[in-house]
């Protein structure tokens, strides 16, 4: 049974890196691996919440975005492809729940941040230059408390701006 009743909100934030490496050298099973763990796995769960985020206050369903899924980049391979996808799964979720659903959909840039992902792909970056995922927790927050009032479903939104970050 629906023990829940509603849910508020729901943030997908889980994503594999993957080989840095042409598309041409791609292991497929790596590809289509990664596109599960990083745009299906949104997909079906947010499918799924549907009738819950429907019963929410305010729903708002998060999508962890990247600078390679607005701009794809040579050589970041299934992780720019599955980014570009959520930018377009999020606009999709959004233009088809315009006037008909009171959830909202949006993507979050995080930028670079200080985690094992990020030191992975620039092995020769100094860590201590860039926030943590606790610097840009205010961010995540301050969409999910922004109101229906707010212009942001369909909205491709970075950290650093809303923070007043560089």
Request: contains cysteine; charged residues 15%; proline residues 7%.
């Amino acid at each position: 049974g629906n023990q829940c009743g509603r849910l508020d909100g729901l943030l997908h934030n889980a994503s594999l890196l993957g080989p840095r490496l042409p598309l041409s050298h791609y292991d497929p099973a790596a590809f289509s691996r990664l596109m599960t763990v990083n745009l299906e796995s949104a997909f079906l769960l947010t499918q799924a919440a549907l009738p819950l985020l429907e019963e929410g206050t305010d729903p708002l369903v998060l999508f962890t975005s990247s600078g390679v899924g607005r701009k794809p980049r040579a050589y970041w391979g299934a992780y720019a492809v599955s980014k570009a996808a959520t930018e377009a799964l999020m606009q999709l979720f959004a233009d088809e729940g315009e006037n008909l659903s009171k959830i909202r959909f949006a993507t979050l840039n995080p930028g670079g941040t200080r985690t094992n992902m990020r030191a992975q792909a620039y092995p020769g970056e100094d860590p201590m230059t860039l926030p943590t995922p606790e610097d840009l927790l205010p961010a995540y927050l301050w969409c999910f408390g922004a109101s229906q009032d707010t212009a942001l479903s369909g909205a491709a939104l970075d950290a650093r701006a809303l923070l007043g970050l560089s």
